[in-house]
Nanobody
């Protein structure tokens, strides 16, 4: 059985940093990604890593996705945070390309809240 478990996040001041982790179990994936969903909005793509990295324009230069294949994990380093980054962040995994389409992912974590205060 496949599980994705996220950790990290919490309350951060604007301009600060935090790091999210996602550990997968049950199988390995070619693509691991992060999406986010703010209150009242649709879930949107944030970043993904397959053989290269992909970012939403809104986070490019501030967020960094990385993977640890030995531990079947993905990470999202979030720097220069803004109040607009406040959302529930979800880890997603699959054999997906292109990686920005949320409908293509079969496996999701439970989500972790990131709140950026101004």
């Amino acid at each position: 059985q496949v599980h994705l478990v996220e950790s990290g996040g919490g309350l951060v001041q604007a301009g600060g940093s935090t790091r999210l982790s996602c550990v997968a179990s049950g199988r390995t994936f070619t693509t691991m990604a992060w999406f986010r969903q703010a209150t009242g909005k649709e879930r949107e793509f944030v970043a993904a890593m397959r053989y290269s990295t992909f970012y939403a324009d809104s986070v490019k230069g501030r967020f960094t996705i990385s993977r640890d294949n030995a531990n079947n994990a993905a990470y999202l380093q979030m720097d220069s945070l803004k109040p607009d980054d406040t959302a529930i962040y979800y880890c997603a995994a699959g054999d997906v390309f292109p990686p920005r389409n949320r409908e293509a992912y079969n496996y999701w974590g439970q989500g972790t809240q990131v709140t950026v205060s101004s």
